[in-house]
């Protein structure tokens, strides 16, 4: 079942730009978080953002979450070639301690 | 560094061939989950255990099956592989009190032929 929905599918940009993904959700939650992943390589944890938060900050990384309209925002300021990876949400419906994760924004950074 | 390690980043079976894959951390960590991820697809939850000799099904749990007898290791097994078990597989991990922040493996890309 798929709880969060990235948008868009793919996005190219040039080093230097600014890079937006968004996540769109369909039950409460308690937080909800984005990961990265690198071409075959497992995901990585980036930020967490609780449900009672509606924007936090990490380095070059803003996250916003409106759960009123159930969605989120990651902001990716002064992209580098590094950045280009893919990058999923992931929230966990209920009590228990799965997660569950989009399909991805295919992120390309061109130098 | 906390880690995750999964046993082979590539493999290649046979149809019909039995296949173990292992994952391992060193986090203490109670659960641990199962992912196969597919192009168009995203991932996809396979199986996963909250503890020992504890196991649950999860969205695609056919054709699967997990063993975990010590907390640090939950191995996948596929019965008798099928060509339509190719994909990347991703184990992870968590705690209770971290509020589901999950520590992934590299992945094992596995293709049966």
């Known amino acids: 079942s798929q709880q969060g929905e990235e948008d868009p599918q793919a996005l190219s940009i040039q080093e230097g730009e600014n890079a937006t993904m968004n996540c769109s959700y369909k039950t409460s939650i308690n937080n909800l978080q984005w990961y990265r992943q690198n071409s075959g390589r497992g995901l990585v944890h980036l930020i967490l953002?609780?449900?009672?938060?509606r924007e936090k900050h990490s380095g070059r990384l803003r996250v916003t979450l409106d759960t009123s309209k159930k969605s989120s925002s990651l902001l990716i300021t002064a992209s580098r070639a590094a950045d280009t990876a893919s990058y999923f949400c992931?929230?966990?419906?209920?009590?228990?301690?799965?997660?569950?994760f989009g399909q991805g924004t295919r992120l390309t950074i061109n130098p | 560094d906390v880690k995750v390690t999964q046993s082979s980043r590539y493999l290649v079976k046979r149809t019909g061939e039995k296949v173990f894959l292992e994952c391992v951390q060193d986090m203490d960590h109670e659960n641990m989950f199962w992912y196969r991820q597919d192009p168009g697809l995203g991932l996809r939850l396979i199986y996963f255990s909250y503890d020992v000799k504890m196991k649950e099904k999860g969205d695609i749990p056919e054709g699967y099956s997990v063993s975990r007898e010590k907390k640090e290791r939950f191995s996948l097994i596929l019965e008798s592989a099928s060509t339509n078990q190719t994909s990347m597989y991703l184990c992870a991990s968590t705690t209770d009190t971290q509020l589901r922040v999950y520590t992934f493996g590299s992945g094992t890309r596995l293709t049966v032929v």
């Open positions: 992931a929230t966990g419906p209920g009590g228990a301690q799965k997660l569950v």
């Open positions: 953002i609780r449900s009672n938060e």
